[in-house]
């Protein structure tokens, strides 16, 4: 069964720090990883989306990574503002239920 | 770019009555929908995948008689909470899926809604 987990649970950061998001997942057979943010009370805002055969993917000072092979994903955030501020999800598209798996998410909170 | 909505954004109500929540794709055609709850400051987790005119799929734990899925078209799907109490009390997300290969599909989510019940 798939389980996927992101690591810290929550982080606190100035204002302008480079941070790093991770995320693991335990079967290696995935369609792709897809990085989601989430604003208190909101819904999902996808933010990236890596597919398998795919190594990584940039938007803006976002970038992220997956290694499919050792089941990890991370999420760097440049240059980290206060509106940075939310709660990051990665998500796993199963390949063989065609189902997202969640992760638990990162509480992130970036201090002006 | 492609919209999913959710009616209401907010609902309270009394324990003992029943809920209904709708999951709309405003400007394509969904061919199957995915039903999320989430608890405060929890992930999201799969309750159901529902297909246009079929019976929804429901994963293990969850009660279809309790969270009843109707899919009627390939723009709207419906979750009822029936008789809810205050442990329903959730975020609920919905999803619809464009395409059909796991490879190609992509998924867009609703805004979610609230539910509180008293």
């Known amino acids: 069964k798939q389980e996927v987990t992101q690591i810290p649970a929550a982080l606190s950061v100035p204002e302008g720090e480079n941070l790093v998001l991770n995320c693991s997942f335990t079967?290696?057979?995935?369609?792709?990883l897809q990085w989601f943010r989430q604003d208190p009370g909101k819904g999902l805002t996808s933010l990236l989306l890596?597919?398998?055969?795919?190594r990584e993917q940039t938007s803006g000072r976002l970038n992220a990574s997956l290694d499919k092979s050792s089941g990890r994903s991370t999420l760097y955030i440049a240059a980290s503002q206060p509106g940075d501020s939310a709660t990051y999800l990665c998500?796993?598209?199963?390949?063989?239920?065609?189902?997202?798996?969640f992760g638990t998410g990162t509480r992130l909170k970036v201090l002006a | 770019g492609a919209v999913v909505s959710q009616h209401p954004s907010r609902v309270i109500c009394k324990s003992g009555t029943s809920v209904k929540i709708e999951c709309r794709s405003l400007?394509?055609?969904?061919?199957?929908m995915f039903w999320y709850r989430q608890f405060p400051k929890k992930s999201l987790m799969l309750m159901a995948t529902?297909?246009?005119?079929?019976?929804?799929?429901?994963e293990q734990g969850v009660e279809k008689d309790k969270f009843l899925i109707n899919h009627a078209s390939l723009t709207l799907s419906t979750l009822t909470v029936t008789s809810a109490h205050p442990e329903d009390s959730s975020f609920y997300i919905c999803?619809?899926?464009?395409?059909?290969?796991?490879?190609?599909?992509?998924?867009?989510f609703g805004p979610g809604t609230r539910l509180t019940v008293l």
């Open positions: 999803s619809a899926r464009v395409g059909t290969s796991g490879f190609t599909d992509t998924q867009y």
């Open positions: 079967d290696s057979a995935i369609y792709n």
């Open positions: 890596i597919q398998s055969s795919q």
């Open positions: 998500a796993v598209k199963d390949s063989g239920t065609y189902k997202y798996i």
């Open positions: 400007d394509f055609q969904a061919t199957t």
């Open positions: 529902s297909n246009e005119g079929s019976k929804a799929t429901y």
